[in-house]
């Protein structure tokens, strides 16, 4: 022996102290065709052991949702074989509340009868001579191996802009940009209503008579607001109203801090900013178009339009 293999060797022996036995796969993956998961078979000392392999591998110990699956498993990892493999269920956090490590709620069981009984203590699950489920401890006799689920991510991108469909807020539209002025994760490229997160509200601004008959709308001053996002909910019929469903005197008076002087300022304006500048007067009025076609600066009627 060389002084350097001797100083490996112990080095070796050093390290092998204190690393943790290790799980490795054996097989895999194989794809369940009816859930499209990857699954793989692992060598492990024990079910803490296989559970950081699955992570690592980008999954965990298998979660199994039904009598499907759990068949599949058997049949694919187990039958034929004297493997009693682990899978993700366990009550390590709390006895007697079983868990799958991958998070997913418990909405299928096959424990074998009498099982769960925790004898001497036992917070890991396994297949347990056949495909029925048995509690053992963490490491245990005849239980060298573990059966591991990845869901895999879907890179599927349809519109082939860059973002994966399931995280595409238009994954027939492409925009790799995922712009969203309303913020109503609906991208702008495929909202119809870009601008606005309330899609029935746009729908009624645009078709008032489709939506009035409609019993969900309800609009007691008939102004096209529905009740529940109009802030003011009696408006005299026939006057135009904001985005919020106000006249322009029910807006002018909301303010309280407005003096009598700003109050009145305040009917004068324009205030939906809806129409062309005016050189004498700025307020919501109908426009003319003047004798040459042009917008004029008069208003053919001070009613509010
Ligand atoms: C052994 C262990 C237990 C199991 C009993 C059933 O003691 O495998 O986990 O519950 O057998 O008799
Ligand atoms: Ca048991």
Not at 49 to 59: D, F, L, R
Not at 61 to 75: H, P
Not at 164 to 189: F, K, R, V, Y
Request: hydrophobic share 30%; aromatic share 8%.
């Amino acid at each position: 022996m060389t002084r350097f293999t001797v100083i490996s060797t112990l080095l070796g022996i050093a390290l092998a102290g204190v690393r943790p036995a290790l799980a490795v796969v054996l097989e895999g993956p194989v794809v369940n065709p009816a859930n499209g998961h990857e699954y793989y078979l692992i060598g492990t000392p024990s079910w803490t052991a296989a559970e950081t392999e699955a992570v690592s591998i980008g999954g965990h110990l298998v979660t199994i949702r039904s009598a499907e699956e759990n068949a599949f498993v058997f049949d694919t990892f187990v039958s034929g074989t004297t493997f009693n493999p682990w899978i993700g269920l366990n009550d390590s956090a709390l006895e007697g509340t079983f868990e799958w490590s991958s998070g997913e709620p418990v909405v299928f069981t096959n424990w074998k009868p009498g099982e769960p009984n925790n004898t001497g203590g036992e917070d890991y699950a396994r297949f347990d001579f056949g495909d029925g489920w048995n509690d053992v401890p963490n490491t245990s006799g005849n239980t060298e191996h573990g059966v591991v689920e990845v869901i895999p991510i879907d890179i599927t991108d349809t519109d082939d802009d860059g973002i994966p469909d399931n995280g595409d807020n238009c994954p027939t539209e492409p925009n790799s940009g995922q712009e969203d002025l309303d913020l109503d994760l609906i991208g702008d490229a495929c909202d119809p209503f870009p601008d606005n997160a309330d899609h029935e509200q746009a729908q009624c601004d645009l078709e008032l008579f489709e939506c009035l008959a409609t019993s969900s709308f309800t609009d007691a001053d008939l102004d096209g607001e529905q009740d529940a996002t109009d802030l003011c909910p009696d408006t005299p019929f026939g006057s135009a109203v904001d985005a919020s469903g106000c006249s322009q005197s029910e807006f002018c008076e909301m303010n309280p801090a407005f003096t009598s002087r700003e109050r009145a300022a305040c009917r004068r304006s324009d205030w939906r900013n809806d129409e062309p500048t005016m050189r004498r007067s700025s307020h919501d009025c109908t426009v003319d178009k003047g004798s040459r076609g042009r917008e004029d600066d008069r208003c053919i009627s001070t009613e509010l339009q």
